[in-house]
């Protein structure tokens, strides 16, 4: 396809996008699968039903635009799937693998959000403001879904997350100790590691309910 106008350039990212939210409704099925907190995959869930949502809305938008509906293949959201679907595949502890669905799940969103962005600011151009409204109510339930994540990570994943890092704290600062004892010839551990420690220590026991 050639494009000559913005109009052109307009129907081409919609079919990107298209293509990009049937590609989503394919990936947040295994992200659900994947997660362990109930909350997380809930969301999942909740964010697939409105992704199908996302698809019927750009069927709506190329019939206003009297084009068919057809998907362009989306590299880049292929390749943000590509990088989930590796990490589902990461032997990690319970929290960890949630604190990285969310992260995989956010840089889809904010994919997402951009390219919205975009064919918003370009229907508003071409004053098609009945395709702009469409769109828009999209791009507010990506924004909600982004921001609902970011509250998930906060509320307590992120802190499940670092529960396995006060033992591995403790066996670094064992060998940091040892390697102190070495070149120094003392038992005195350096100050820095010691309080390193045990800050994280104290969020890691924090984060253990
Ligand atoms: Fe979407």
Redesign the pocket.
Request: charged share 55%; net charge negative.
């Given at each position: 396809m050639s494009l000559h106008t913005l109009r052109d350039a307009l129907v081409d990212e919609i079919r990107d996008l298209y293509n990009a939210?049937k590609q989503?409704t394919k990936a947040l099925p295994k992200l659900a699968k994947g997660a362990t907190s109930d909350e997380l995959r809930s969301a999942f869930e909740s964010h697939l039903e409105?992704?199908e949502g996302?698809v019927t809305r750009l069927e709506r938008v190329f019939e206003l635009l009297d084009e068919k509906p057809r998907g362009k293949h989306c590299a880049g959201m292929a390749g943000i799937i590509e990088e989930g679907s590796d990490m589902l595949e990461e032997d990690a502890e319970d929290a960890v693998m949630d604190a990285c669905l969310i992260a995989a799940a956010q840089r889809a969103e904010h994919y997402?959000i951009t390219a919205y962005g975009t064919v918003i600011a370009w229907a508003e151009a071409l004053e098609l403001a009945d395709v702009a409204e469409i769109l828009n109510e999209?791009l507010a339930?990506?924004k909600a879904s982004d921001e609902k994540l970011t509250a998930l990570a906060l509320s307590g994943i992120n802190e499940a997350a670092t529960a396995g890092e006060s033992e591995d704290e403790e066996a670094d600062d064992d060998d940091m100790e040892e390697e102190n004892a070495k070149s120094t010839g003392s038992e005195q551990p350096a100050m820095s590691a010691k309080g390193a420690s045990g800050s994280r220590a104290t969020r890691a026991r924090g984060g253990r309910r």
């Open positions: 939210e989503l409105e992704t996302h997402e999209t339930e990506e």
